[in-house]
């Protein structure tokens, strides 16, 4: 079992910045990849970024150059720092925490966070 923890949403105007957090608990040696998914109303569930253990970073093409996923290690937290805001970014954070073991996929999932975007 892993517990996420999110915070860092609210409400800014377009061209701004927000930095979530999502701090993780319980068996977090298991985990191998953390990302942030996002959900806007009537729109299916997006992957935003992703970080492995490793280090190694994903992104949707929608935030490259303005988003910047990273972890630190010590205090079991992941960041999505978020620059250059625009109202399409409008949508519920979730944080996620991802592994295999023997062909079984494990996702656990924050309880999310509201981002909003005014133009």
């Known amino acids: 079992q892993v517990q996420l923890v999110e915070s860092g949403g609210g409400l800014v105007q377009a061209g701004g910045s927000l930095r979530l957090s999502c701090t993780a608990s319980g068996s977090i040696f298991r985990v191998h990849v953390m990302g942030w998914y996002r959900q806007a109303p009537e729109k299916p569930r997006e992957l935003v970024a992703a970080i492995t253990r490793g280090g190694s970073t994903n992104y949707a093409d929608s935030v490259k150059g303005r988003f910047t996923i990273s972890r630190d290690n010590a205090r079991n937290t992941v960041y999505l720092q978020m620059n250059s805001l625009k109202p399409e970014d409008t949508a519920v954070y979730s944080c996620?925490?991802?592994?295999?073991?023997?062909?079984?996929?494990?996702?656990?999932w924050g309880q999310g966070t509201q981002v909003t975007v005014s133009s």
């Open positions: 996620n925490a991802h592994w295999g073991d023997y062909g079984v996929d494990y996702d656990y």
